[in-house]
């Protein structure tokens, strides 16, 4: 078991009514023996030691393990909600919240087993806990690339302070079909610290661009008109899927998601809201 080379108690970026009902909930998981891992910006902490404020606390459990948390949670007198079936579930507490998360937004990181071996040991209030590691956190952020949120810088300084840690091999796994992905965010990992792009294993790069190579050589897929943009992001692609009659690529088998998991997410993005609101507000149109 290894330890996490920052631990970052978090007192200094929330406030005290909150770290009580942070404290107060890990503690009532860990009595329950519900298994779960710190992630978001406490963990990126943990593994960079990049320190910023943070709106909510992110644990990340297995799906089947929901239910048992949920109990847990409401018998401490909180509200816990299934948010968005797919991926997310959140835990209230007045206006302090906690999310439960199984899976990613594009159904891609499903939280299974294998998150769950070898994960630093930390402590958030003076309460132990097991952080999420480095492979799973790069994992889960590199598909997040919307307007108003890209977590590359946060990959970039992953690899930038843990690239000799990493364990290469499983993280190349964890991607699988999704190489492309990983592929491109090492690209930049390399144009951003010029100086230190041979941090990544050659051979890394090597199976990488092999691959690239290989499947630009191959003939195209049996059905072309797949729109994988969805998968990173869930607003800027929709033109793609709704207008131009593009496959959604997480109706496809590169994704847990259903058509209902979609419709949801769809309707979650805040300029739908903010556009439906708007016309529900609207006067009627008089003949």
């Known amino acids: 078991m290894s330890s996490a080379p920052l631990a970052p108690s978090l007192e200094d970026e929330v406030q005290p009514r909150t770290a009580a009902f942070y404290r107060r909930a890990l503690q009532a998981l860990a009595d329950a023996g519900v298994p779960f891992l710190v992630g978001g910006a406490f963990a990126h902490a943990c593994h960079t030691g990049i320190r910023r404020s943070t709106k909510d606390l992110d644990l990340f459990i297995r799906r089947d393990d929901y ?5 847990r949670m409401g018998a401490e007198g909180w509200r816990a909600e299934l948010t968005y079936p797919h ?9 302090d919240f906690i999310d439960l998360i199984f899976n990613s937004g594009n ?9 769950f071996q070898d994960n630093a040991q ?3 209030l003076g309460v132990p806990v097991h952080v999420v590691n480095m492979e799973d956190s790069l994992l889960s952020k590199a598909f997040i690339m919307e ?6 810088a946060d990959i970039a300084h992953l ?7 990493i364990d290469w091999a499983g993280l190349l796994e964890r991607f699988g079909l ?4 990983l592929l491109a965010h090492l690209t930049l990992f390399g144009y951003v610290y010029p100086g230190e792009r041979q941090r990544v294993p050659l051979w890394v790069m090597d199976e990488l661009l092999a691959r690239l190579a290989a499947e630009s050589r191959q003939p195209l897929p049996g059905d072309p008109h797949v729109c994988a943009g969805t998968l990173l992001s869930r607003q800027q692609y929709l033109h793609d899927v709704e207008q131009l009659g593009y496959v959604d690529g997480r109706l496809t088998p590169a994704s847990t998601m259903t ?9 979650a993005i805040p300029a739908r809201q903010e556009a439906a609101a708007g016309e529900a507000d609207a006067p009627p149109v008089r003949p």
């Not at 991926?87 to 507490?93: D, E, P, Q, S």
């Open 107 to 115: 159904g891609v990181a499903v939280v299974d087993d294998r998150w």
């Open 87 to 95: 991926w997310l579930a959140k835990v209230h507490a007045g206006e």
């Open 259 to 267: 058509q209902e998991d979609v419709a949801l997410w769809t309707e």
């Open 147 to 152: 307007r108003e949120r890209y977590d590359g």
């Open 178 to 181: 999704h190489w492309r992905v």
């Open 159 to 165: 690899l930038q302070v843990n690239a000799e840690r």
């Open 67 to 71: 239910e048992r948390a949920a109990a």
């Open 122 to 124: 930390a402590e958030v």
